[in-house]
């Protein structure tokens, strides 16, 4: 792959830049549009080598398909010959544009070698949280209120709850349970650094008492057609997960094995399946019992799953799945659509603003000088006597009222008469 | 002949961009200038979308997205523009253009 | 009880309106009538002076303080303990002076109106004269040394204003009379310096310049009725004895009743004292002190630590105070500006050369008459100075040409006798003699003054035969015909009878043959020469005596000479041939001053003389100053005294009548009687002529030094070193240089440069700044590509250090 993508881009890029000298060398103007168009493709193959689709269509939709066809429109309007030849050149531009060229492309190249781009690494992202309670304790039920680094996060936080994602700043953060006597059911430190995300599930352990598992959640982009899935073990006994598939006995020996050991408190491995329906099978691996069966659990594509099996308030194991989104795919539509109406939404309202003056703009200045129309009376038209008439035709606002006085149209003597409107 | 570097991207795009200010600097037709300024825009682009995948954050093909709308409409005010300098002077020779001259 | 004591600032103010009236008016009244308010402004001081004189008699003598109205003091200065007001003084000897000042000084400005007719200043003369007599008049009725002294500098003053009053005359007689002015001026200044450093003296010691407190007696022997020299005294040696008696009477101090003490202690007035006891030693006037400190009653203060005794002091003091008096009296060795002042008018002459500015140092030295009693070593120089003075002048006058300087040096001669006799101590007989020479010095010079206009007139008569010039200074003529040179006169006597008779009796008076009013003033200060040598053994007697005695045979000699040369014998010239007399207003003057110089004797007629005492009263002027002096005596008459100075007198005149009678005083070559012998005599009467090279002397040893020493000064060291060196040279040149240096290298060329070559290269940048403003868009592109370029290189530069 190293390799074609090396010759790919030695030759995209290499016959970009002989387009681009063509472009500064051919005089005649329509090559030198062709050249740019060709510039203009060949940078769009550039952008789909790095993974960048959607920019690559933008590319060609904008730039070629209606720039450069603005520019060629332009050229045809003023004719080719219009656009002149050599004539005396500016003194001295030529050799030091020359040498203010090459001096860029020394430092950008002595730039690009020297600088360390890896190291220039933007910061990560700051880290994200979500909480999830299993608490089968009674007072866990409802009204429980979750409390994060002293922030109430979320009220009527109960059984099976799950928190959305939060963001929090990197360091060290107190989780707490507060039932709604407000009694502390749970309490818990959790350290987060830069760029994780993670999941806090809390359940109650040995003997009752609440603990807590930390789960790190993956987010990167899940192909559509895939789901990512994490399977959590919040029982008090090791399980092993088996996908039985369409039909429902399960066959330990046949069917895949999603996850072989889980130790209670224990996660899986992530793992990518196809999306679908899955019927897993939690089996104490212990008694070799069924603890637990998913028929028709729903894994919907582009998404990370966290499957979490825990015991309820009557004390059977009951599953639990909690999606989460998934990044969009790097360089997709998706993924610059969401920028555009989160982050930059307010840049890209004063872009549309600014189409929109360019365009009346563009239409006026386009537009031109109106002659002066005249708006008149067709019967004041007619009325007209033959020396306003002559008038008229002869003088030239645009020359000025003086040039009525010399040569030109003879010249009547201002009579009276039927005065001209305007 | 090693794995493409983004170093390589940054280079093609110093390239585009030194081009496209020769274009300015060097042709008079007006609209050659315009194109080279188009050049630029785009090696800016490249350099922007190589950063953009080197680092994997999408914030550079917005920035892309921007770059070209902006300068699609300047394209068409400036062609506009054009058009209406040739109406009166009949030449779109930049070096005609020296009303500022002083 | 308002008497005419009270009006005694009217004798000084007539005077002063005259001179304002004259001064700022004088022009639009016309000459005719600013002669006559001039001359009436005199006239009426004298009459207040009068007044004054009644008063003071029937004050019973008594001296009169009189506060000057409008004028408060001088200063007034408590903590420096200095009072100095203008205060009159209204005393026997000051109303002696105003009534000589003001009487002989209205017959002046009568005279003066019918002699300056036709002269172009006329108003400002008389405008002048009354600025004297108000000067003089300040002098002498001043109370305190300082305001005397205003006096004393204010008639010099008018001195230098009236010698040098034709001061515009061309040819150089300008210069003549002006430099004749200065050097009266600068000479009286050197006795000024005298009389101011008695006045230092007297202030340091006394710690005032009061004469006498306003309760003050001057004569307390007078005033106790000590002394009394009436009718019935037969006082001649009796006088001195009482006088002896007196001063030890004073000190037992003895009331007795006296009538002057009686008639005012019954009327109610302000008593009056007889006695300084009520008066603290230091409340009294420098005189009252004076006593003290002769007495012993009072200690000397030191000066910059050196302490004088008394005597020491008094002596110091008197001799400063005769410096003065020298100066302005002109005695030797500052008597060489009085023939030079010869060259201002002739009334100018009488009045102030010869009545009464140059005798304001002798009524100084008798005022002081405390002072000079005691101080016996500086009477004896002052009789010194004053006899040889005497003898000298009158040999000088016996050699002289001109009318008026005979009669300059005839003043300065009895000026000599009057000093000589304060230096006797015959302050009465000073002040005798100056009464009556006022009389017939100012009769000669009025005299001389009609005798050269006479000749004047008749030289403008015979050669001109057009209008006569009146009035203006008669000694340089184009032809060089002197009217004032004796030699041109002769035989006026038929010519000018009037002036002629007054003349004769002026020069007998002045000779002192009796019973003109010379012999008797003179005897008196013989006797009193002599008195001093007998009694008291004192050589100083007998040195003045023969001095003096001299001396007026000297003045006989050369005045009859003068009467010679000018009125007997035939006319030497044809202008004295057509001499004619003088106007009324000239002659009547002459007349009157005749008529007091023949009577002016009787003024302090000798006991028992010929029965004149009986007529007019023994010794009048004695009685009346010695209220006021204090060591005023009678002067006696020793008769074999008087009979060998009337004999030598008449031989004198006899001698004269035989070498210059018949007219054989001057020959043919223009030689005088003596000098044409060419024996000793006449080597004499060429020394007498030369003025003794006096002048030359000082001018040798004074002048040209002097000049020198000025001439160094103001050419070398002024002129030469500090204008044209240091100020053209130096400081204007490196001045002119500096500034020039700052100007044009600095200024112009760093400054404006600087500041044009800023201009100059912000012009030029921004010409070639403005070759980037092409309009090229290209260019503008690639100026921003170039400045992107080096933000790029800059930016990465740290990066580039840093990660290699």
Request: overall charge negative; hydrophobic content about 50%.
């Amino acid at each position: 792959m190293t390799d074609l993508h090396f010759w790919l881009f030695l030759l995209v890029g290499g016959s970009a830049v002989a387009a681009a000298v063509g472009m500064l060398l051919l005089r005649n103007a329509v090559y030198s549009a062709l050249c740019l168009i060709y510039i203009m493709g060949a940078l769009a193959l550039l952008f789909l080598m790095l993974d960048a689709p959607f920019l690559a269509l933008v590319q060609v939709a904008v730039y070629a398909g209606a720039v450069m066809v603005l520019f060629l429109f332009v050229m045809m309007l003023l004719g080719n010959q219009a656009i002149s030849a050599g004539e005396r050149e500016i003194r001295g531009l030529p050799i030091i544009a020359s040498i203010a060229a090459t001096l860029f492309i020394l430092v950008a190249g002595l730039a690009i070698q020297s600088g360390d781009v890896d190291s220039r690494a933007p910061p990560p992202s700051p880290p994200q949280l979500r909480v999830a309670q299993y608490l089968p304790a009674e007072a866990a039920a409802e009204g429980v209120e979750l409390w994060i680094g002293g922030i109430e996060t979320a009220a009527d936080f109960g059984y099976g709850s799950v928190s959305a994602f939060t963001t929090l700043p990197a360091g060290q953060h107190t989780i707490s349970l507060v039932a709604a006597d407000g009694s502390r059911l749970y309490e818990g430190d959790v350290t987060l650094a830069a760029g994780e995300s993670a999941s806090w599930l809390i359940y109650a352990g040995e003997g009752g008492a609440p603990q807590a598992t930390r789960i790190t959640e993956d987010g990167s982009h899940v192909s559509l057609r895939e789901s990512r899935v994490a399977l959590v073990n919040l029982s008090d006994r090791p399980l092993a997960v088996y996908d039985t598939g369409s039909d429902r006995e399960l066959d330990p020996a046949r069917d895949p094995l999603w996850a072989a050991e889980l130790a209670p408190g224990g996660a899986s491995e992530k793992r990518l399946t196809e999306r679908g329906s899955v019927d897993l099978a939690f089996v104490d691996l212990a008694t070799g019992e069924t603890m637990l069966r998913t028929p028709v659990l729903e894994l919907a594509g582009g998404q990370s799953t966290l499957l979490v099996a825990a015991a309820d308030a009557t004390g059977r194991t009951v599953l639990h799945d909690h999606p989460a989104e998934t990044a969009d795919a790097f360089g997709s539509p998706a993924a610059v659509g969401h920028s555009l109406f989160r982050r930059y939404l307010l840049p890209f309202e004063m872009i549309g603003v600014l189409l929109l003056a360019a365009l009346v703009g563009g239409i006026i200045v386009a537009q031109g000088q109106r002659r002066e129309v005249r708006r008149r009376d067709v019967r004041r038209r007619v009325a007209r006597t033959l020396a306003a008439a002559i008038e008229a035709q002869v003088a030239d606002p645009a020359v000025g009222s003086a040039a009525g006085e010399t040569t030109g149209a003879a010249q009547l003597p201002p009579s009276a008469g039927v005065a001209d409107g305007d | 002949m090693g794995a493409i570097q983004i170093e390589h991207y940054l280079m093609l795009s110093a390239v585009l961009f030194t081009l496209g200010v020769l274009g300015v600097l060097l042709r008079r037709n007006a609209i050659l200038v315009f194109m080279s300024v188009e050049l630029m825009l785009n090696a800016a682009n490249l350099a922007l979308v190589a950063f953009a995948r080197h680092w994997g954050q999408s914030d550079g093909h917005v920035f892309v997205f921007f770059v070209v709308t902006v300068a699609a409409a300047e394209v068409a005010v400036g062609l506009a523009l054009l058009v209406t300098i040739f109406r009166t002077r009949q030449s779109i020779n930049i070096d005609e253009l020296r009303m500022m001259e002083g | 009880m308002v008497t005419f004591l009270d009006w005694a600032p009217l004798v000084i103010l007539f005077p002063l309106l005259g001179f304002i009236a004259n001064l700022f008016g004088g022009a639009r009244l016309g000459r005719r009538y600013a002669g006559w308010l001039a001359t009436g402004a005199a006239a009426l001081a004298f009459v207040v002076s009068l007044l004054l004189l009644v008063a003071l008699r029937e004050n019973g003598y008594q001296a009169h303080l009189q506060d000057f109205p409008l004028l408060g003091h001088w200063f007034d200065i408590p903590t420096a303990n200095l009072r100095i007001g203008w205060q009159l003084r209204v005393d026997t000897l000051s109303v002696t002076m105003m009534l000589v000042v003001t009487g002989v000084g209205s017959l002046i400005h009568l005279y003066a109106i019918g002699y300056m007719t036709g002269d172009s200043a006329f108003v400002r003369f008389f405008a002048y004269l009354n600025l004297f007599l108000v000067f003089m008049l300040v002098l002498v009725s001043a109370n305190n040394f300082l305001m005397m002294f205003v006096g004393w500098e204010g008639v010099g003053l008018c001195s230098y204003l009236l010698i040098g009053f034709w001061w515009d005359q061309r040819g150089g007689e300008g210069w003549r009379n002006s430099n004749a002015a200065r050097k009266a001026f600068i000479v009286n200044r050197v006795g000024d310096f005298g009389l101011l450093m008695a006045m230092f003296l007297i202030f340091w010691q006394f710690g005032t310049l009061d004469f006498y407190a306003p309760t003050e007696v001057a004569n307390v022997a007078w005033a106790s009725g000590a002394t009394h020299h009436s009718a019935d005294d037969h006082a001649t040696d009796d006088g001195h004895a009482a006088d002896a008696n007196e001063d030890e009477h004073e000190a037992a101090d003895d009331h007795t009743d006296s009538p002057a003490s009686d008639a005012h202690g019954e009327s109610g007035a302000p008593a009056v004292h007889t006695t300084n006891e009520h008066l603290a030693t230091h409340e009294r006037g420098v005189f009252g002190q004076a006593e003290a400190l002769i007495a012993g009653e009072l200690p000397v203060r030191a000066f910059a630590g050196v302490r004088l005794s008394a005597e020491g002091l008094v002596t110091l003091i008197t001799l400063f105070l005769l410096l003065g008096a020298i100066g302005k009296s002109a005695q030797i060795p500052l008597f060489v500006w009085l023939p030079d002042a010869m060259a201002g008018p002739t009334p100018v002459s009488a009045l102030i050369h010869a009545a009464t500015m140059v005798t304001a140092g002798v009524y100084m030295m008798v005022r002081a008459d405390v002072l000079f009693y005691e101080a016996a070593v500086t009477s004896f120089v002052v009789a010194i100075i004053g006899a040889a003075t005497a003898l000298t002048a009158g040999f000088i006058a016996l050699g002289q040409w001109d009318i008026k300087r005979v009669l300059a040096y005839s003043t300065i001669s009895q000026l000599g006798f009057m000093v000589a006799a304060v230096g006797v101590g015959a302050y009465v007989a000073a002040m005798f003699h100056l009464v009556t020479h006022a009389f017939f010095k100012a009769l000669l010079f009025l005299g001389s003054g009609s005798v050269i206009h006479g000749v004047e007139h008749g030289h403008h008569h015979v050669h001109d035969a057009h209008g006569v010039h009146e009035g203006e200074s008669t000694s340089h003529h184009e032809d060089g015909f002197d009217p004032q040179d004796m030699r041109n006169m002769g035989g006026l006597a038929a010519r000018m009878p009037l002036t002629y008779l007054t003349y004769l009796i002026g020069t007998l008076a002045l000779a002192g043959v009796f019973p003109l009013a010379g012999f008797w003033s003179k005897d008196e200060i013989l006797a009193d020469a002599w008195r001093l040598g007998i009694e008291k053994a004192e050589l100083s007697g007998y040195l003045t005596l023969g001095l003096l005695l001299a001396a007026a045979a000297m003045t006989a000699f050369y005045m009859w000479r003068q009467v010679e040369l000018v009125f007997h014998g035939r006319a030497r010239s044809e202008a004295a041939a057509a001499a004619p007399e003088s106007a009324y207003t000239m002659t009547v003057p002459l007349l009157i001053l005749a008529v007091a110089s023949v009577l002016g004797g009787m003024l302090n007629a000798p006991h028992g003389v010929l029965g004149l005492d009986r007529l007019f009263g023994a010794h009048s002027l004695t009685n009346f100053l010695e209220a006021t002096v204090r060591h005023a005596h009678a002067g006696s008459f020793v008769f074999w005294l008087a009979a060998l100075a009337l004999g030598l007198a008449v031989l004198a005149i006899l001698s004269a009548r035989s070498i210059y009678g018949q007219g054989r005083g001057v020959s043919e070559t223009g030689e005088d009687a003596l000098q044409a012998n060419g024996n000793l005599i006449s080597w004499f009467w060429q020394l007498a002529n030369r003025r003794l090279f006096w002048d030359e002397f000082y001018e040798c040893v004074f002048l040209r030094p002097y000049q020198a020493l000025a001439r160094f000064f103001a050419q070398t060291i002024d002129w030469d070193f500090w204008h044209n060196y240091v100020h053209d040279d130096v400081l204007r040149a490196g001045f002119n240089a500096a500034g020039g240096f700052l100007a044009r290298p600095v200024d112009m060329g760093l400054v404006d440069g600087a500041v044009n070559g800023v201009a100059r290269l912000i012009q030029s940048l921004s010409a070639r700044l403005r070759r980037t403003q092409s309009g090229y868009v290209r260019a503008y592109a690639l100026a921003l590509f170039l400045g992107t370029l080096l933000i790029v290189i800059l930016m990465l530069l740290p990066l580039a250090g840093s990660g290699g």
